[in-house]
């Protein structure tokens, strides 16, 4: 997990972090010198996938094992082709994207909302340690039976185990970081004057932010897997990728499955790169030295 050891400027009218005297800071990057390592990254990515879809042809063929077994990558093509053009994948799609970031969305607000309060309030952190880490410890997708006889089969289900999900790893990483201040730097705030909130806004908030995106990039791809087992296990009027993945499994559709299963994947990593891109953004000052 990412850490920050810089202290926030807390001069008025300053949101970033001032380089102090003497330090020659991270030397300027080159604009085309960065496209060209964006580019080169890339083609590497693709470079990858296209050697393992070979492999995964070669093996096929080696083996002659069964399509309905493993199928090959031109089956699982044509099923997803067959998918996108009959309309299903899209619907399937858009329904287990809003069961995922809607259900993301307020399990965000409510971990970090509690981890503010229960950082600013430290009775409140004795009294509901105990049950965040007896919830924490518990198998969340255990309780799924439960909230679908609770919710029922609709949508509404599905987001709350997704905030069951989401909740917990980003209430213990916003906790953490907003108490990874120094005692020397809440010292400084102590003596410029600076109020609670100032604190807050201007030193726990930075300290917490490199916590709290790295407990996002897990969250996310958690809330879809979520989202698909709560559609596996009743689907109910919705119709998601997993409603997809269980109608395919009854059939005994290999392709079909496998197509799902791409589709999730792909899914997840433009979840996951949207948070690193959020990071590189928010994170600009913090120079992380890794992807």
Sequence with gaps: MTTTSQLPDTHPGADEPVIPPGSSGPPPRSPRRAARRALGQIAFVVAEFVAAIALWQLLVTVTGVSHQVVPGPQAVWESLWSLIRSGFLLDAGIVTMQETL???AVGAALGIGLAVVM??????YKVLNPFVV?????PKIAVAPLLL?????GISSKVVLVVVMVFFPILVNTYTGLNSVRQEQLDLMRAC????WETFRRLRFYAALPFILASFEVSFVLALTAAVVAEILGSGTTVGLGTLLQLFNARIDMPGMFATVVVLSVLGMLLYGSVKLLSRYLLRWNQPNAD
């Design 149 to 153: 006889i609770w919710f029922g089969f």
């Design 134 to 138: 007896a919830f924490q410890a518990m």
């Design 102 to 104: 809607l259900g993301f």
């Design 119 to 124: 950082t600013e309030v430290p009775l409140l």
């Design 193 to 196: 004057r600076a109020s609670r």
